[in-house]
């Protein structure tokens, strides 16, 4: 209700202002470890015109569903599987480029994403980035190109899927 | 304890970036390199951060904010860089069953 309020009386505040500047001035603050009046008095005004000139811009908190309890505990568990992929994708590619024979057999894939939200699909574009032997080359609205090392000699569409699930299933619950 | 813990772990971050490395001088072509580079180089440098962290307590928070940039910044460039590739007509190994979906959707027969 009182979100509605806000909004209806100043509709020339966009969404994403008030998460971006809050974000921005917390890493300010958190940069400089003090609250003195010398570092808020650089960091407010900044803040300010970073967050209204990329008004339309992403924050983590965009689409981020807090009022649900799940979302709240998928999100650890999201970040545990994230590091888990990373340090499995970082050991699959030692395996690749020390062996002498360089197995790669790379193709560009393609692949539906279920998420809606910009947040969740950027969140899902950099997790696919990082995960082993797939690399995303382009977001373009719920399809997503990916680059792999070794592209499935069969199935290839069913391969991929399964790679976008890990991270969907966390994703979907946070941003919908 | 702490100073070994975080010897160690900037020993296994210069290792991932030493893997790095040779995924770029490796990989045949530009979009592999890619790969190789982000990466290794992502997961190196967070655990040289975290090796820093253990060894300076006192910068943590600091060291953690540069984990978060990094986190987020290093896949995104990676995928502009990618996509720019592909865009400019970057070499690609030739293999006989080549998957291209992007180039098919975008309609280049060449």
């Keep these: ?32 470890g003090s609250l003195s009046l010398q570092v808020l008095a650089i960091g407010i005004p900044a803040a300010l015109a970073i967050a209204w000139l990329f008004r339309d811009g992403l924050s983590f908190v965009t689409d981020f569903r807090f009022r649900s309890t799940e979302a709240l505990r998928a999100a650890p568990r999201f970040l545990l ?11 699959a590619l030692a395996r ?47 399809w997503i190109y990916i680059h792999c090392v070794r592209v499935a000699a069969t199935d290839i569409e069913g391969a991929t ?12 619950v946070m941003y919908g | 304890m702490l100073s070994i813990l975080g010897g160690l772990l900037l020993v296994a971050g210069a290792a991932f970036l030493v893997l790095a490395g ?3 001088v490796r990989m045949p072509d530009v979009l592999n390199r890619i790969q190789a580079g982000t990466k290794a ?9 975290g090796g820093f962290a253990c060894l300076r307590p006192d910068w943590a928070l600091k060291l953690l904010l540069i984990a978060l940039f990094i986190l987020l910044t290093n896949p995104l460039s990676s995928q502009v860089l990618a996509h720019a590739a ?10 006989a069953n080549r998957v291209d979906r992007l180039a098919e959707d975008r309609g280049d027969a060449s």
């Design chain 1, 96 to 142: 690749v480029v020390l062996s002498p024979k360089l197995p790669i057999d790379p193709g560009i894939v393609k692949a539906r994403t279920r998420l809606k939200s910009r947040m969740g699909r950027l969140l899902l574009a950099n997790a696919i980035t990082l995960t082993p032997g797939t690399l995303t080359v382009k977001l373009d609205g719920e």
């Design chain 2, 86 to 95: 592909h865009r400019a007509g970057a070499r690609q190994t030739p293999l």
């Design chain 2, 22 to 24: 040779l995924g770029l």
């Design chain 1, 1 to 32: 209700m009182d979100s509605n309020r806000s909004t209806s009386a100043k509709p020339e505040l966009p969404i994403g202002f008030l998460p971006l500047f809050a974000t921005l001035l917390l890493l300010w603050i958190l940069l400089h």
């Design chain 2, 41 to 49: 180089t992502t997961l190196g440098t967070l655990l040289t951060l």
């Design chain 1, 81 to 91: 599987f994230f590091f888990k992929s990373l340090v499995i994708a970082n050991i």
């Design chain 1, 161 to 172: 899927a399964e790679i976008l699930a890990g991270f969907e299933r966390y994703l979907e």
